[in-house]
């Protein structure tokens, strides 16, 4: 142990020792690099002097050691900037400090992009890495940041609800999952989300992000990329930086105020029939029936509005030269077109940076907080007032709530009495932020740590109250519901790495990371409910004697752990390499199969560069690009490995004499569930043409992931439940992108007119490729429950088809395409054989008849953005098109059939039924699966800049959203969300927004 102890005093005074006795003849040299325009910090620069040299890291800071005495030149260098040179007096022993600020190249810019741990530009990314900054982002009334990018990258496509900041769906290249998380992992200033946002009270998690606070988002799409995040990148990576403070010399303080005020307007209805056509058919249908109500009531307009908008934020920033800050404070409120579907959010945020110790040392702290406050519509209120009777009254002075309402208790209920009575609120409160730390360490050139120590806090609030007088209480036995919700989630994270990053010879750079990462996740759902209320004049503020009460907490806690690596070596900014690996550590797996190796590999060649295109006046830049990596997917619920255990209420017990005694039920566990693993290729171009004035890539993408996880039956007697989540089978997407960004009119001088335009194009297959039928119980698996039928799904997993492929039956149709609803066979009654093809010809209209036939994804998704200026005004639209996605209409299945006028309480029809002529429901009938193929302008923005006078630099603009919309699906909108079930949604609407800045 001491010749131990010894060897390792000698190699730690050869490590610190050598610098110091060379510092006795030398001296060394600390500093950053700015970007002159923007002031952002330059990674990657070569900074010199003679033979030392050393790389600037992602915040641009430098260090040269052993620099010679006396006066010296210190060269930056890098493409896209012109070579940089400062003067320095170099002191023996003394560090000089200095800032060195490079001038981009008007043909070609280094930009700065954000990866995993890490910075490079653009010229050097081997992956497929695509950053959208605030410039870019989409206009208008944006409360999520992911509506920022819709329709800005190619591969990424965004589904939201329609509520005021209602949940949204991002999907990178697709889903590689069926009943794990497709969301992509969201990193938010270095610290790692929980897939999916986090917890919520209903809406979207990441509405506690400003959009207006948001500098940049970077979306990592191939594994080269997101493997760097091992277990965690199988559906991408989203980078969100946030705006921080400007350093620099003569950076002083500044203020600037962003707001609006908006209003939004139903775009489209529900076809259902108007009171006069509802009594028309209904005449014709039954004479008989006294149900049909003498008034004439549009539902649908008396539960929706116009929703008032109003947002308000300002900034305050600044710094010097060594230190910069900025405080934001934001305010949103927004109202929905449906009654009672609201939110409300305030937001709060600091940033402050200060370097230390010559530079060498740079301490960044983040944080912000949020507010924010959501109202829900009743669930059940869209459904209602597409169902009720058109002919029905709103009000009735008899009854005790004073609303009208059918007897039976199979009709569908007031949508009015409904919003006046129900009350849903969610109240969340959330913080994240950090300390991060980045020293230059002065033992070895080029070696620096990187440490960041992070949280994510949310508290939720939830709050429902029904009284006993509200006629679905009543129809469902509750008699009066009130209950509450207080969830915690604590998130603590901490990485640290080691980067190394020095010029190899003189045409070749190595950069070499290697890191440790823990992150430590903790939820507590306490909760009360109650229902059978004795009376409801307590409101939701309190609780009088019930029938039931019930009060539950739920814990769930989870860990992950990793080590990663990554290295990049270019040789002559020509042939770039990238290598990475991540071993993690997860607790949601057995001992067995707990960790998880991803690595991953990638390649680029700048064909630009070589000479037999070094004359091309045609292309300015070529780059060749291969990867291949392996990510996992670890998104789904906690302690699937283990058999918990519920404990029976009072109504679910054992009796034993006289004794009732509580059940403890158990649920089924699978010990050696393990890890989805997705493998993926990426082949690419990316090219510049005449002069880099068109910018492009194209993109080939395979990605096959194994071991899939799903919920599925499993035979009597085998396990402790009727279901297992285990994993199943495997599947495959593979598909194409195109990116191409250019000038098409460029201003000569100032104020003359130009116009820059972005578009890209996205294809993709989507295969399940097996399903291992010992572990599910079958080669095919029902999925995607419809309203109408009991039990019944439109959807399957079927080796061979598409993930989610609609399973119907074909209907024969007639000579102009309409479905046949007819005694074809002359037997005196119409049934299933009449109306189907029998597919295996055996004379009967069975399950075996059904066939996948679409799917919901789109084959083809098309995007372009245009920029417009000229003098002071700009104007700015967002273009979407999708084609081959298709939509279940569960709307028109569910209504569009004449026996909804039999019994007591007879409900309205789609209009579809003026076609079919349906008797009797067709919910598995291939007429209902319809293209819902569309073309979408977003947004449309017109602004005006003040140049002059005491406004100037302020501006005026404009902006409507979702403005136009060309489909031919029949339904309430083309896009119903990720599942492709058209089942009530929640109205689409148009936005007009009126907005002003200025700063000083």
Same mark, same amino acid.
């Given at each position: 142990?001491?010749?131990?102890?010894?060897?390792?005093?000698?190699?730690?005074?050869?490590?610190?020792?050598?610098?110091?006795?060379?510092?006795?003849?030398?001296?060394?040299?600390?500093?950053?690099?700015?970007?002159?325009?923007?002031?952002?910090?330059?990674?990657?620069?070569?900074?010199?002097?003679?033979?030392?040299?050393?790389?600037?890291?992602?915040?641009?800071?430098?260090?040269?050691?052993?620099?010679?005495?006396?006066?010296?030149?210190?060269?930056?260098?890098?493409?896209?900037?012109?070579?940089?040179?400062?003067?320095?007096?170099?002191?023996?022993?003394?560090?000089?400090?200095?800032?060195?600020?490079?001038?981009?190249?008007?043909?070609?810019?280094?930009?700065?992009?954000?990866?995993?741990?890490?910075?490079?530009?653009?010229?050097?990314?081997?992956?497929?890495?695509?950053?959208?900054?605030?410039?870019?982002?989409?206009?208008?009334?944006?409360?999520?940041?992911?509506?920022?990018?819709?329709?800005?990258?190619?591969?990424?496509?965004?589904?939201?609800?329609?509520?005021?900041?209602?949940?949204?769906?991002?999907?990178?290249?697709?889903?590689?999952?069926?009943?794990?998380?497709?969301?992509?992992?969201?990193?938010?200033?270095?610290?790692?989300?929980?897939?999916?946002?986090?917890?919520?009270?209903?809406?979207?998690?990441?509405?506690?992000?400003?959009?207006?606070?948001?500098?940049?988002?970077?979306?990592?799409?191939?594994?080269?990329?997101?493997?760097?995040?091992?277990?965690?990148?199988?559906?991408?990576?989203?980078?969100?930086?946030?705006?921080?403070?400007?350093?620099?010399?003569?950076?002083?303080?500044?203020?600037?105020?962003?707001?609006?005020?908006?209003?939004?307007?139903?775009?489209?209805?529900?076809?259902?029939?108007?009171?006069?056509?509802?009594?028309?058919?209904?005449?014709?249908?039954?004479?008989?029936?006294?149900?049909?109500?003498?008034?004439?009531?549009?539902?649908?307009?008396?539960?929706?509005?116009?929703?008032?908008?109003?947002?308000?934020?300002?900034?305050?920033?600044?710094?010097?030269?060594?230190?910069?800050?900025?405080?934001?404070?934001?305010?949103?409120?927004?109202?929905?077109?449906?009654?009672?579907?609201?939110?409300?959010?305030?937001?709060?945020?600091?940033?402050?940076?200060?370097?230390?110790?010559?530079?060498?040392?740079?301490?960044?702290?983040?944080?912000?907080?949020?507010?924010?406050?959501?109202?829900?519509?009743?669930?059940?209120?869209?459904?209602?007032?597409?169902?009720?009777?058109?002919?029905?009254?709103?009000?009735?002075?008899?009854?005790?709530?004073?609303?009208?309402?059918?007897?039976?208790?199979?009709?569908?209920?007031?949508?009015?009495?409904?919003?006046?009575?129900?009350?849903?609120?969610?109240?969340?409160?959330?913080?994240?932020?950090?300390?991060?730390?980045?020293?230059?360490?002065?033992?070895?050139?080029?070696?620096?740590?990187?440490?960041?120590?992070?949280?994510?806090?949310?508290?939720?609030?939830?709050?429902?109250?029904?009284?006993?007088?509200?006629?679905?209480?009543?129809?469902?036995?509750?008699?009066?519901?009130?209950?509450?919700?207080?969830?915690?989630?604590?998130?603590?994270?901490?990485?640290?790495?080691?980067?190394?990053?020095?010029?190899?010879?003189?045409?070749?750079?190595?950069?070499?990371?290697?890191?440790?990462?823990?992150?430590?996740?903790?939820?507590?759902?306490?909760?009360?409910?109650?229902?059978?209320?004795?009376?409801?004049?307590?409101?939701?503020?309190?609780?009088?004697?019930?029938?039931?009460?019930?009060?539950?907490?739920?814990?769930?806690?989870?860990?992950?752990?990793?080590?990663?690596?990554?290295?990049?070596?270019?040789?002559?900014?020509?042939?770039?390499?990238?290598?990475?690996?991540?071993?993690?550590?997860?607790?949601?797996?057995?001992?067995?199969?707990?960790?998880?190796?991803?690595?991953?590999?990638?390649?680029?060649?700048?064909?630009?560069?070589?000479?037999?295109?070094?004359?091309?006046?045609?292309?300015?830049?070529?780059?060749?690009?291969?990867?291949?990596?392996?990510?996992?997917?670890?998104?789904?619920?906690?302690?699937?490995?283990?058999?918990?255990?519920?404990?029976?209420?009072?109504?679910?017990?054992?009796?034993?004499?006289?004794?009732?005694?509580?059940?403890?039920?158990?649920?089924?566990?699978?010990?050696?569930?393990?890890?989805?693993?997705?493998?993926?290729?990426?082949?690419?171009?990316?090219?510049?043409?005449?002069?880099?004035?068109?910018?492009?890539?194209?993109?080939?993408?395979?990605?096959?992931?194994?071991?899939?996880?799903?919920? %599925?039956?499993?035979? &009597? @007697?085998?396990?402790? !439940? $009727?279901?297992?989540?285990?994993?199943? #089978? =495997?599947?495959? /997407?593979?598909?194409?992108?195109?990116?191409?960004?250019?000038?098409?009119?460029?201003?000569?001088?100032?104020?003359?007119?130009?116009?820059?335009?972005?578009?890209?194009?996205?294809?993709?297959?989507?295969?399940?490729?097996?399903?291992?039928?010992?572990?599910?119980?079958?080669?095919?698996?029902? %999925?995607?429950?419809? &309203? @109408?039928?009991?039990? !019944? $799904?439109?959807?399957?997993?079927?080796? #061979? =088809?598409?993930? /989610?492929?609609?399973?119907?039956?074909?209907?024969?149709?007639?000579?102009?395409?309409?479905?046949?609803?007819?005694?074809?066979?002359?037997?005196?009654?119409?049934?299933?054989?009449?109306?189907?093809?029998?597919?295996?010809?055996?004379?009967?209209?069975?399950?075996?008849?059904?066939?996948?036939?679409?799917?919901?994804? &789109?084959?083809?998704?098309?995007?372009?953005?245009?920029?417009?200026?000229?003098?002071?005004?700009?104007?700015?639209?967002?273009?979407?098109?999708?084609?081959?996605?298709?939509?279940?209409?569960?709307?028109?299945?569910?209504?569009?059939?004449?026996?909804?006028?039999?019994?007591?309480?007879?409900?309205?029809?789609?209009?579809?039924?003026?076609?079919?002529?349906?008797?009797?429901?067709?919910?598995?009938?291939?007429?209902?699966?319809?293209?819902?193929?569309?073309?979408?302008?977003?947004?449309?923005?017109?602004?005006?800049?003040?140049?002059?006078?005491?406004?100037?630099?302020?501006?005026?603009?404009?902006?409507?959203?979702?403005?136009?919309?060309?489909?031919?699906?029949?339904?309430?909108?083309?896009?119903?969300?990720?599942?492709?079930?058209?089942?009530?949604?929640?109205?689409?609407?148009?936005?007009?927004?009126?907005?002003?800045?200025?700063?000083?």
């Amino acid at each position: 142990m001491t010749r131990v102890r010894r060897c390792f005093q000698l190699c730690l005074m050869l490590l610190l020792g050598t610098p110091l006795a060379a510092q006795a003849q030398t001296g060394s040299v600390v500093g950053r690099v700015f970007d002159t325009q923007t002031m952002r910090p330059l990674s990657g620069v070569v900074l010199s002097v003679g033979d030392v040299s050393a790389l600037s890291n992602e915040s641009g800071r430098f260090t040269l050691i052993n620099v010679p005495v006396g006066a010296q030149v210190v060269e930056a260098q890098i493409i896209g900037y012109t070579t940089a040179r400062v003067n320095v007096e170099v002191s023996a022993g003394e560090a000089v400090a200095i800032d060195i600020r490079m001038v981009s190249e008007a043909l070609q810019l280094a930009t700065i992009v954000v990866t995993g741990y890490g910075e490079t530009t653009e010229d050097d990314l081997t992956g497929v890495v695509e950053a959208v900054s605030a410039e870019e982002f989409n206009p208008g009334r944006v409360v999520s940041a992911e509506e920022l990018i819709q329709g800005k990258v190619s591969g990424v496509q965004i589904y939201d609800t329609g509520e005021p900041g209602g949940g949204m769906s991002i999907r990178i290249r697709g889903g590689t999952s069926i009943a794990s998380s497709n969301e992509p992992l969201i990193v938010v200033d270095g610290i790692p989300l929980a897939v999916g946002g986090g917890i919520s009270t209903g809406r979207n998690p990441l509405n506690f992000i400003n959009p207006n606070d948001i500098e940049s988002v970077t979306v990592l799409k191939d594994a080269s990329a997101a493997a760097i995040y091992g277990s965690r990148g199988a559906n991408g990576v989203i980078l969100i930086e946030t705006k921080k403070g400007t350093a620099g010399e003569g950076a002083g303080a500044s203020f600037q105020y962003v707001g609006n005020v908006s209003n939004m307007a139903i775009d489209n209805q529900v076809d259902i029939l108007a009171a006069d056509q509802y009594r028309q058919v209904f005449a014709g249908y039954d004479q008989t029936n006294t149900t049909l109500g003498g008034a004439t009531t549009d539902w649908q307009d008396l539960i929706q509005r116009n929703g008032l908008g109003q947002e308000h934020n300002i900034a305050v920033t600044g710094g010097g030269r060594t230190s910069s800050y900025r405080v934001s404070l934001g305010y949103l409120e927004q109202e929905g077109v449906i009654r009672n579907a609201e939110t409300e959010r305030l937001t709060a945020s600091v940033s402050l940076s200060q370097l230390l110790l010559n530079d060498r040392l740079n301490l960044e702290f983040n944080a912000r907080g949020s507010r924010t406050t959501d109202l829900f519509q009743p669930s059940a209120v869209i459904g209602d007032a597409a169902a009720m009777a058109p002919t029905q009254p709103v009000f009735d002075a008899d009854s005790e709530a004073g609303f009208w309402e059918w007897e039976d208790v199979l009709g569908p209920n007031n949508p009015e009495g409904a919003l006046q009575l129900e009350e849903n609120e969610g109240t969340v409160y959330r913080s994240i932020g950090g300390l991060r730390v980045e020293a230059e360490l002065p033992w070895v050139a080029g070696l620096s740590l990187t440490s960041n120590l992070g949280y994510d806090v949310t508290r939720t609030e939830n709050l429902f109250f029904a009284p006993s007088i509200m006629r679905q209480q009543a129809e469902s036995g509750q008699n009066g519901t009130v209950s509450r919700s207080n969830g915690t989630s604590v998130k603590t994270t901490f990485d640290t790495y080691l980067d190394y990053g020095l010029p190899v010879g003189e045409s070749s750079d190595l950069d070499i990371t290697v890191g440790y990462s823990w992150e430590d996740f903790r939820s507590d759902f306490p909760s009360f409910f109650a229902e059978g209320l004795s009376f409801d004049l307590l409101g939701p503020n309190g609780v009088p004697t019930a029938e039931l009460q019930q009060t539950r907490i739920d814990v769930q806690e989870n860990r992950l752990i990793s080590f990663f690596s990554r290295v990049n070596y270019s040789i002559s900014d020509k042939y770039l390499f990238t290598g990475s690996i991540r071993r993690d550590g997860s607790s949601r797996f057995g001992p067995d199969e707990q960790w998880g190796i991803f690595p991953s590999a990638a390649a680029a060649w700048r064909l630009s560069d070589e000479d037999f295109l070094a004359d091309s006046e045609v292309i300015s830049d070529l780059k060749f690009r291969v990867s291949w990596g392996v990510t996992g997917n670890q998104a789904f619920a906690n302690y699937q490995q283990f058999s918990d255990y519920t404990l029976g209420d009072p109504q679910a017990q054992a009796q034993f004499g006289q004794t009732f005694v509580p059940t403890i039920r158990p649920a089924a566990a699978d010990p050696g569930i393990k890890w989805e693993e997705t493998t993926s290729i990426n082949v690419g171009f990316d090219f510049g043409l005449f002069e880099d004035r068109f910018t492009g890539s194209v993109e080939y993408f395979q990605q096959d992931t194994d071991d899939l996880l799903f919920t %599925v039956p499993v035979p &009597a @007697g085998t396990n402790l !439940s $009727n279901f297992v989540t285990t994993n199943i #089978g =495997s599947l495959t /997407n593979n598909g194409i992108e195109f990116e191409l960004e250019g000038a098409i009119v460029q201003a000569d001088n100032p104020g003359d007119f130009s116009w820059n335009a972005l578009f890209n194009l996205f294809t993709l297959n989507n295969e399940l490729q097996s399903i291992n039928a010992s572990a599910a119980g079958s080669e095919e698996i029902l %999925v995607g429950g419809i &309203a @109408g039928g009991v039990g !019944s $799904n439109i959807q399957v997993l079927r080796p #061979g =088809s598409p993930v /989610n492929s609609f399973f119907v039956y074909e209907h024969i149709r007639d000579s102009n395409g309409n479905p046949i609803y007819a005694d074809t066979d002359g037997n005196g009654t119409i049934n299933e054989l009449d109306l189907y093809v029998d597919q295996n010809d055996d004379g009967a209209i069975d399950q075996s008849d059904r066939r996948a036939f679409e799917d919901p994804f &789109a084959d083809l998704s098309l995007a372009l953005t245009s920029f417009f200026e000229w003098k002071n005004f700009d104007a700015s639209f967002t273009m979407r098109a999708q084609f081959g996605n298709h939509v279940y209409n569960n709307v028109a299945s569910n209504l569009g059939h004449l026996s909804r006028l039999q019994g007591n309480a007879p409900t309205n029809l789609h209009s579809s039924v003026l076609e079919t002529n349906f008797d009797n429901p067709q919910y598995f009938s291939d007429y209902y699966i319809q293209d819902a193929s569309f073309l979408r302008v977003d947004n449309f923005t017109v602004g005006y800049t003040f140049s002059d006078g005491r406004f100037s630099g302020a501006r005026l603009f404009g902006t409507i959203q979702n403005a136009l919309t060309i489909t031919g699906y029949e339904g309430l909108d083309p896009l119903v969300g990720i599942g492709g079930i058209d089942n009530n949604i929640f109205p689409r609407a148009r936005t007009f927004t009126a907005g002003l800045s200025f700063g000083f």
